[in-house]
């Protein structure tokens, strides 16, 4: 991908200090097009924004930002979409403040090509929840969904994983350019989106992972989603900013309850309340989309009862009990139970115990 005249006129504006969405809004408004916008005298400008930001536009082109932005996008997986681009993701041009500019590693065609949720929770989450996230996104994948979140530690790097092994796959929004991986911890997982899903984001390259960038961020993760699931909350925590985002949308928000004792339960209690789908399977989800998730027919319906689940309940059970009741040995059993956590039907728990979920 080449910068052509008018994607460069996109990218200097990007690097405008001072110079937010709205402001933008404006002058576009004005002048028609960022081209007319650095044609436009400091005096015209100055009718629209500040006369320090008019200066500064009227400087022109930031060749550095410009040089790096070039060399960057030499690799085919990396792209740049302003707002007017046929590849821009349409659902974000619903929400109130869409994004002028996206930057995209990975896989372009899942922006448009493939329903998405959204699936958010603690930094700090509990082992149960990290099981959780992944077994979801993975069922949800396989049905169809690419499954949308923020690569932060915890609910939101066991989403990805999830999601990328089914086929619907996973993107990453990010808070900072993506010639950089925040946290830094994440970076295998960071390679792996963007050569099996993708990783997005709306700040130049360069940026690095700034406070305020991050919430920021949450309102292109439910931009792109059909609705919001929230594993694992405390009533402080970031992802119910996506939730409330998501209302504001006009997207579904979903939420998984657990223990009244524990802190990251709270903020999914209180999705609750306030009218969250509560959800204890990936039907429940299903359920709730069905009306405007079109296209996978067989694949949205629920999986077919497995023999084992006669004998398995909603109740935890561990190994040497569930042999007991099913009559096979522990062996056979093992490779059930594997099949079935791959398939998001069951998962495991602390103390060797499996649990059905679906």
């Known amino acids: 991908m080449s910068l052509d005249a008018t994607l460069a006129s996109w990218l200097t504006l990007s690097q405008i200090p001072g110079l937010g969405n709205e402001r933008l809004r404006r002058l576009l408004l004005t002048f028609g097009s960022p081209e007319n916008i650095f044609r436009a005298s400091v005096s015209e400008l100055s009718q629209v924004v500040k006369p320090a930001i008019a200066q500064t536009i009227s400087l022109g082109i930031i060749e550095d930002n410009l040089a790096a932005t070039q060399h960057w996008l030499d690799d085919p997986i990396n792209h740049v979409l302003?707002?007017?681009?046929?590849?821009?993701?349409?659902?974000?041009?619903?929400?109130?403040?869409?994004?002028?500019?996206?930057?995209?590693?990975?896989r372009i065609e899942l922006l448009n090509n493939i329903p998405a949720l959204a699936i958010v929770g603690s930094r700090n989450a509990s082992p149960q929840g990290i099981r959780n996230a992944e077994t979801f996104a993975?069922?949800?994948?396989?049905?169809?969904?690419?499954?949308?979140?923020?690569?932060?530690?915890?609910?939101?790097?066991?989403?990805?994983?999830?999601?990328?092994?089914?086929?619907?796959?996973?993107?990453?929004?990010?808070?900072?350019?993506?010639?950089?991986?925040?946290?830094?911890?994440?970076?295998?997982?960071?390679?792996?989106?963007?050569?099996?899903?993708?990783?997005?984001?709306?700040?130049?390259?360069?940026?690095?992972?700034?406070?305020?960038?991050f919430p920021r961020r949450n309102r292109i993760i439910s931009g792109l989603s059909l609705g919001c699931l929230v594993v694992e909350a405390s009533l402080q925590s970031g992802s119910l900013i996506t939730a409330r985002m998501a209302i504001e949308q006009g997207r579904d928000v979903f939420a998984i309850p657990g223990s009244i004792h524990s802190p990251q339960s709270k903020g999914c209690h209180a999705l609750?309340?306030?009218?969250?789908?509560?959800?204890?399977?990936?039907?429940?989800?299903?359920?709730?989309?069905?009306?405007?998730f079109i296209g996978v027919g067989a694949s949205f319906s629920t999986p077919a009862e497995h023999p084992l689940f006669a004998h398995m309940q909603f109740d935890p059970i561990d190994l040497d009990t569930l042999s007991e009741r099913s009559s096979l040995t522990i062996s056979s059993l093992s490779a059930i139970l594997l099949q079935l956590e791959l398939e998001g039907r069951i998962t495991t728990l602390p103390g060797g115990l499996y649990q059905r979920i679906v």
Not at 85 to 99: K, V, W
Not at 184 to 212: C, M
Not at 273 to 288: P, R, S, Y
Request: aromatic share 4%; hydrophobic share 40%; charged share 15%.
């Open 272 to 292: 609750i309340k306030q009218g969250a789908k509560l959800v204890e399977n990936v039907q429940d989800i299903f359920d709730e989309l069905s009306a405007v």
């Open 82 to 106: 302003c707002i007017g681009d046929p590849a821009y993701p349409q659902h974000l041009l619903n929400i109130p403040d869409p994004p002028y500019l996206l930057f995209v590693k990975g």
């Open 138 to 213: 993975q069922a949800l994948s396989e049905a169809g969904l690419c499954i949308v979140s923020g690569m932060a530690h915890g609910i939101d790097a066991a989403a990805h994983q999830g999601g990328l092994r089914g086929a619907g796959s996973s993107i990453a929004i990010v808070g900072t350019g993506l010639d950089k991986v925040y946290p830094s911890a994440n970076r295998d997982l960071a390679h792996l989106l963007s050569q099996n899903g993708a990783l997005v984001s709306e700040f130049p390259l360069g940026t690095p992972p700034l406070p305020a960038n």
